[in-house]
């Protein structure tokens, strides 16, 4: 069983930044792909992020690359999502999850989800 708990989210202005943190425990955190998903009132949720066991592989939505830069200290069992140029759209409560793979591929399934973090943009 693997714990993520999320933190780092907060309101902000359009144009401003957020990082958001996952912290992982109960079992290995390497050789897990990690990503993040993100949901609004009302609406289905999305991919947003992943990232391969080593942080060498990410994968991104399109609507935020450029924007958002995701990584992982394994050290710290710890994912990070930077979060830059903040939009409106973006708001959402922002989910950390685990898939029980070392390679990133096309598709995230996760087998772990965290709490979630509210993330609110103000325009």
């Known amino acids: 069983q693997v714990q993520l708990v999320e933190s780092g989210g907060g309101l902000v202005q359009a144009g401003g930044s957020l990082r958001l943190s996952c912290a992982a425990s109960g079992r290995t955190f390497s050789n897990y792909v990690m990503g993040w998903f993100r949901q609004a009132p009302g609406k289905e949720r999305e991919f947003v992020v992943a990232i391969n066991w080593s942080g060498d592989n990410t994968l991104y939505k399109d609507s935020v690359k450029g924007r958002f830069t995701i990584s992982r200290d394994n050290a710290k069992n710890t994912v990070y999502l930077q979060m830059n140029s903040l939009k409106p759209e973006d708001t959402a409560i922002y989910y950390c999850?685990?898939?029980?793979?070392?390679?990133?591929?096309?598709?995230?399934?996760?087998?772990?989800w965290g709490q979630g973090t509210q993330v609110t943009v103000s325009s």
């Open positions: 999850a685990a898939e029980r793979a070392r390679y990133l591929g096309t598709v995230l399934d996760p087998d772990y």
